[in-house]
Every structure is written in structure tokens, then in C-alpha cells.
Nanobody, 126 residues
Framework: QVHLVESGGGSVQAGGSLRLSCAAS????????MGWFRQAPGKEREGIAT????????SYADSVKGRFTISQDNAENTLNLQMNSLKPEDTAVYYC???????????????????WGQGTQVTVSS
């Protein structure tokens, strides 16, 4: 089974940038989606960016569109999230996740993903 480990979280001032990475190891599905999710205190976990295997059809939540970029390296063992123009409301624990997929447009629904990393904290101060 695939194992995911996030890195790159930290603290930054509003307007700054961070880059999150998610290292994947182990067996993967022949077709799969990967995504970044976040959970702020007292809120539900939400999907913010997803991508199909090989970097196909990235999809973004409106809250991060134009500021965040999801990508996967050519070896398909690292998922990245470049976060620019960060806002205090981006403060949350960020998770990467993966799940099997039969279409190349990936859902941002938490229920579609069955393997999760441990999470990394991102804090944006005003």
C-alpha cells in the first residue's frame, strides 16, 4: 500500500509563499488521483487541489485558484503544492491524500481518498 509523508509546512506572513511536498512510497493504483486537503480548527477537512496521475487535469477550489499550484514530478513519487500570496485564512493543517480513480478529472471530496499523510501545519500571520 502507498505511504505518504508531507513536508514543507511552517509559519509565514501574509503575502508570502510556501511549498509543500508529499513523498509517496509503496504500490499505487494503476489509475489514481492525488490531492491536497486542509483542515482549520473547528472546520471540516476540505479539498483544495487535486491532480490525476502524471499531472493531468489539475483542479482547484475557488479559495485557492490563481494562488496555489499542484504538481507531480515525472517519477510520480512526489506531489507538490506551491502556495503564493498566502492569507491568514489559509492557516490550517495540510494533508496529502491519494485514492483510486477511473476518470482523469479528480474529485475534491474527502470520501474519494483512502490513503492520507500525517499532515503539516501552515500558519499565516497578518
Amino acid at each position: 500500500q502507498v505511504h505518504l509523508v508531507e513536508s514543507g509546512g511552517g509559519s509565514v506572513q501574509a503575502g508570502g509563499s510556501l511549498r509543500l511536498s508529499c513523498a509517496a512510497s509503496g504500490a499505487t493504483y494503476s489509475g489514481y488521483c492525488m490531492g491536497w486537503f486542509r483542515q482549520a480548527p473547528g472546520k471540516e477537512r476540505e479539498g483544495i487541489a487535486t491532480i490525476y496521475r502524471g499531472g493531468v487535469t489539475p483542479s482547484y477550489a475557488d479559495s485557492v485558484k490563481g494562488r496555489f499550484t499542484i504538481s507531480q514530478d515525472n517519477a510520480e513519487n512526489t506531489l507538490n503544492l506551491q502556495m503564493n500570496s498566502l492569507k491568514p485564512e489559509d492557516t490550517a493543517v495540510y494533508y496529502c491524500a491519494t485514492g483510486p480513480a477511473w476518470v482523469t478529472l479528480c474529485s475534491r471530496s474527502v470520501s474519494q481518498y483512502n490513503v492520507w499523510g500525517q499532515g503539516t501545519q501552515v500558519t499565516v500571520s497578518s
